[in-house]
Protein backbone atom coordinates (compact mmCIF):
# COMPACT_ATOMS: atom_id res chain seq x y z
CA UNK A 1 0.00 0.00 0.00
CA UNK A 2 1.34 3.84 -0.90
CA UNK A 3 1.36 5.78 1.62
CA UNK A 4 2.82 9.57 1.98
CA UNK A 5 3.00 11.05 5.20
CA UNK A 6 3.35 15.12 5.01
CA UNK A 7 4.65 17.08 8.06
CA UNK A 8 5.79 20.12 9.05
CA UNK A 9 2.96 22.75 8.49
CA UNK A 10 2.68 25.01 10.98
CA UNK A 11 2.08 28.91 11.98
CA UNK A 12 4.55 31.25 10.63
CA UNK A 13 5.03 34.92 10.06
CA UNK A 14 4.87 36.73 6.53
CA UNK A 15 8.51 36.58 5.55
CA UNK A 16 9.21 33.56 7.28
CA UNK A 17 10.58 30.03 6.43
CA UNK A 18 9.51 26.32 6.72
CA UNK A 19 10.86 22.99 5.03
CA UNK A 20 7.60 20.84 4.79
CA UNK A 21 8.64 16.86 4.29
CA UNK A 22 7.08 13.67 2.68
CA UNK A 23 7.63 10.15 4.09
CA UNK A 24 7.29 7.81 1.28
CA UNK A 25 6.83 4.32 1.77
CA UNK A 26 5.02 1.09 0.03
CA UNK A 27 6.38 1.72 -3.41
CA UNK A 28 9.79 2.18 -4.85
CA UNK A 29 10.46 6.30 -4.43
CA UNK A 30 13.18 6.51 -6.34
CA UNK A 31 11.12 5.79 -9.96
CA UNK A 32 8.90 7.91 -9.08
CA UNK A 33 8.12 11.44 -10.27
CA UNK A 34 6.78 13.67 -6.95
CA UNK A 35 4.48 16.91 -6.50
CA UNK A 36 3.52 19.50 -3.78
CA UNK A 37 -0.07 20.37 -4.70
CA UNK A 38 -1.26 22.97 -2.36
CA UNK A 39 -5.33 24.03 -1.55
CA UNK A 40 -6.11 27.72 -0.09
CA UNK A 41 -8.75 27.88 2.85
CA UNK A 42 -12.07 26.91 0.87
CA UNK A 43 -10.61 27.17 -2.39
CA UNK A 44 -9.50 24.83 -5.53
CA UNK A 45 -6.53 22.59 -5.85
CA UNK A 46 -3.19 24.25 -7.16
CA UNK A 47 -0.28 22.62 -8.73
CA UNK A 48 2.87 23.92 -7.04
CA UNK A 49 6.04 21.99 -7.70
CA UNK A 50 7.32 18.76 -9.31
CA UNK A 51 10.75 16.81 -9.59
CA UNK A 52 11.87 14.20 -11.43
CA UNK A 53 12.88 10.26 -10.22
CA UNK A 54 16.64 11.30 -9.89
CA UNK A 55 15.88 14.99 -8.55
CA UNK A 56 17.55 16.37 -11.66
CA UNK A 57 14.42 17.92 -13.25
CA UNK A 58 12.31 20.62 -10.97
CA UNK A 59 9.59 22.54 -12.10
CA UNK A 60 7.43 25.34 -10.34
CA UNK A 61 4.53 27.15 -10.51
CA UNK A 62 5.18 31.02 -11.23
CA UNK A 63 3.20 31.93 -7.83
CA UNK A 64 6.26 30.29 -6.04
CA UNK A 65 9.55 30.12 -8.35
CA UNK A 66 12.16 32.02 -6.67
CA UNK A 67 10.64 31.27 -3.29
CA UNK A 68 10.14 27.60 -2.74
CA UNK A 69 12.09 24.83 -3.35
CA UNK A 70 11.45 21.24 -4.11
CA UNK A 71 14.28 18.39 -3.45
CA UNK A 72 13.90 14.53 -2.54
CA UNK A 73 16.57 12.05 -0.65
CA UNK A 74 15.88 8.76 -2.34
CA UNK A 75 17.85 7.47 0.38
CA UNK A 76 16.08 7.95 3.03
CA UNK A 77 12.23 7.74 0.46
CA UNK A 78 11.20 11.69 1.71
CA UNK A 79 10.32 14.56 -0.19
CA UNK A 80 10.85 17.91 0.72
CA UNK A 81 9.37 21.19 -0.01
CA UNK A 82 11.79 24.58 1.75
CA UNK A 83 9.41 27.56 1.97
CA UNK A 84 11.58 31.27 2.09
CA UNK A 85 9.97 34.43 1.93
CA UNK A 86 6.14 33.32 3.17
CA UNK A 87 3.28 35.60 1.85
CA UNK A 88 -0.43 35.28 3.79
CA UNK A 89 -1.02 33.34 -0.12
CA UNK A 90 0.86 30.94 0.71
CA UNK A 91 -1.22 29.50 3.42
CA UNK A 92 -3.04 26.63 2.53
CA UNK A 93 -3.13 22.90 3.14
CA UNK A 94 0.02 21.23 1.10
CA UNK A 95 -0.23 17.79 0.08
CA UNK A 96 2.43 15.68 -1.74
CA UNK A 97 1.57 13.25 -4.31
CA UNK A 98 3.08 10.34 -5.86
CA UNK A 99 3.19 11.19 -10.25
CA UNK A 100 2.79 9.57 -13.48
CA UNK A 101 3.61 11.74 -15.94
CA UNK A 102 1.62 14.63 -14.42
CA UNK A 103 -0.94 12.28 -13.72
CA UNK A 104 -1.58 12.33 -9.46
CA UNK A 105 -2.18 8.62 -8.78
CA UNK A 106 -1.62 9.02 -4.77
CA UNK A 107 -1.85 11.91 -2.66
CA UNK A 108 -0.76 12.25 1.50
CA UNK A 109 -3.26 13.61 3.84
CA UNK A 110 -1.80 17.23 3.57
CA UNK A 111 -0.25 19.40 6.49
CA UNK A 112 -1.49 23.14 6.89
CA UNK A 113 0.57 25.92 6.48
CA UNK A 114 -1.07 29.38 7.92
CA UNK A 115 1.44 32.61 7.15
CA UNK A 116 -0.30 34.70 9.74
CA UNK A 117 1.15 37.76 12.14
CA UNK B 1 -0.39 28.28 -20.25
CA UNK B 2 -3.39 25.99 -20.73
CA UNK B 3 -6.51 26.98 -18.41
CA UNK B 4 -9.22 24.42 -17.77
CA UNK B 5 -12.80 25.68 -17.02
CA UNK B 6 -15.31 23.15 -15.06
CA UNK B 7 -19.37 23.81 -15.26
CA UNK B 8 -21.34 23.80 -13.44
CA UNK B 9 -20.05 25.07 -10.57
CA UNK B 10 -21.93 22.71 -8.45
CA UNK B 11 -24.91 20.91 -9.08
CA UNK B 12 -27.35 19.74 -6.78
CA UNK B 13 -28.98 16.03 -7.42
CA UNK B 14 -30.54 12.98 -5.92
CA UNK B 15 -29.56 9.45 -5.15
CA UNK B 16 -29.99 7.57 -8.05
CA UNK B 17 -29.53 10.58 -10.44
CA UNK B 18 -27.38 10.55 -13.64
CA UNK B 19 -24.50 13.29 -12.87
CA UNK B 20 -22.87 14.97 -15.63
CA UNK B 21 -19.78 17.58 -15.13
CA UNK B 22 -17.81 19.18 -17.95
CA UNK B 23 -14.50 19.96 -18.65
CA UNK B 24 -13.14 22.62 -20.99
CA UNK B 25 -9.51 23.30 -21.81
CA UNK B 26 -7.95 26.22 -23.48
CA UNK B 27 -6.52 24.23 -26.18
CA UNK B 28 -6.00 21.03 -27.76
CA UNK B 29 -4.88 18.17 -25.19
CA UNK B 30 -5.94 14.89 -26.68
CA UNK B 31 -6.95 12.71 -23.89
CA UNK B 32 -4.37 14.38 -21.42
CA UNK B 33 -6.77 14.23 -18.63
CA UNK B 34 -7.46 13.51 -14.91
CA UNK B 35 -10.67 13.46 -12.73
CA UNK B 36 -10.04 13.69 -9.17
CA UNK B 37 -12.71 13.26 -6.68
CA UNK B 38 -12.38 15.27 -2.81
CA UNK B 39 -14.52 14.94 0.14
CA UNK B 40 -14.11 17.50 2.73
CA UNK B 41 -11.22 16.91 4.51
CA UNK B 42 -9.52 14.61 2.65
CA UNK B 43 -6.79 14.46 0.64
CA UNK B 44 -8.06 13.93 -3.31
CA UNK B 45 -8.26 10.95 -5.33
CA UNK B 46 -7.60 9.59 -9.21
CA UNK B 47 -10.70 8.22 -10.38
CA UNK B 48 -9.77 8.70 -14.11
CA UNK B 49 -6.95 9.28 -16.23
CA UNK B 50 -6.42 9.34 -20.17
CA UNK B 51 -10.09 11.08 -20.36
CA UNK B 52 -11.75 7.67 -19.92
CA UNK B 53 -9.50 5.00 -18.03
CA UNK B 54 -10.78 4.65 -14.63
CA UNK B 55 -8.16 4.22 -12.29
CA UNK B 56 -8.02 0.56 -10.09
CA UNK B 57 -10.63 -0.08 -7.64
CA UNK B 58 -13.03 3.00 -8.80
CA UNK B 59 -17.12 1.69 -9.56
CA UNK B 60 -17.85 1.48 -13.45
CA UNK B 61 -20.97 3.87 -12.57
CA UNK B 62 -18.02 6.85 -12.87
CA UNK B 63 -17.27 7.04 -16.58
CA UNK B 64 -14.79 10.02 -18.75
CA UNK B 65 -15.73 10.85 -22.39
CA UNK B 66 -13.53 13.71 -24.42
CA UNK B 67 -10.91 14.17 -26.15
CA UNK B 68 -9.07 17.79 -27.70
CA UNK B 69 -10.92 20.52 -25.45
CA UNK B 70 -14.34 19.38 -24.37
CA UNK B 71 -14.44 17.11 -21.68
CA UNK B 72 -16.96 15.01 -19.29
CA UNK B 73 -17.29 13.17 -16.08
CA UNK B 74 -20.71 11.02 -16.14
CA UNK B 75 -21.75 9.33 -12.41
CA UNK B 76 -24.57 6.92 -13.78
CA UNK B 77 -26.74 6.22 -10.56
CA UNK B 78 -25.39 8.69 -7.55
CA UNK B 79 -24.95 7.18 -4.68
CA UNK B 80 -23.90 8.56 -1.04
CA UNK B 81 -20.10 8.51 -0.95
CA UNK B 82 -20.52 10.09 -4.32
CA UNK B 83 -21.32 13.95 -2.87
CA UNK B 84 -17.98 15.69 -2.77
CA UNK B 85 -16.00 17.73 -5.13
CA UNK B 86 -14.41 17.02 -8.40
CA UNK B 87 -11.70 18.46 -10.58
CA UNK B 88 -10.16 17.83 -13.66
CA UNK B 89 -6.59 18.53 -15.00
CA UNK B 90 -4.58 18.73 -17.91
CA UNK B 91 -1.73 16.10 -18.08
CA UNK B 92 -0.42 17.40 -21.52
CA UNK B 93 2.45 19.64 -20.54
CA UNK B 94 3.79 22.08 -18.29
CA UNK B 95 2.16 23.00 -15.84
CA UNK B 96 -0.47 21.21 -14.67
CA UNK B 97 -3.38 22.70 -14.00
CA UNK B 98 -7.19 21.98 -12.08
CA UNK B 99 -10.27 23.40 -12.96
CA UNK B 100 -12.30 24.93 -10.67
CA UNK B 101 -13.96 22.06 -8.96
CA UNK B 102 -17.67 21.35 -9.17
CA UNK B 103 -19.30 20.32 -5.87
CA UNK B 104 -22.01 17.71 -6.35
CA UNK B 105 -24.54 18.29 -3.51
CA UNK B 106 -27.55 16.52 -1.96
CA UNK B 107 -31.10 17.65 -3.61
Known amino acids: EVLLLESGGKLVPPGGSLRLSCAAS????????MSWVRQAPGRGLEWVST????????YYADSVKGRLTVSRDNSKDTLYLQMNTLRPEDTAVYYC??????????WGQGTLVTVSS | DIQMTQSPSSVSASLGDRVTINCRAS??????LAWYQQKPGKAPKLLIY???TLQFGVPSRFSGSGSGTDFSLTISSLQPEDFATYYC?????????FGGGTKVEIK
Open chain 2, 50 to 52: AAS
Open chain 2, 89 to 97: QQAHSFPPA
Open chain 1, 97 to 106: AKGSTWYLVD
Open chain 1, 26 to 33: GFTFSTHA
Open chain 2, 27 to 32: QDISTW
Open chain 1, 51 to 58: ISSGGGST
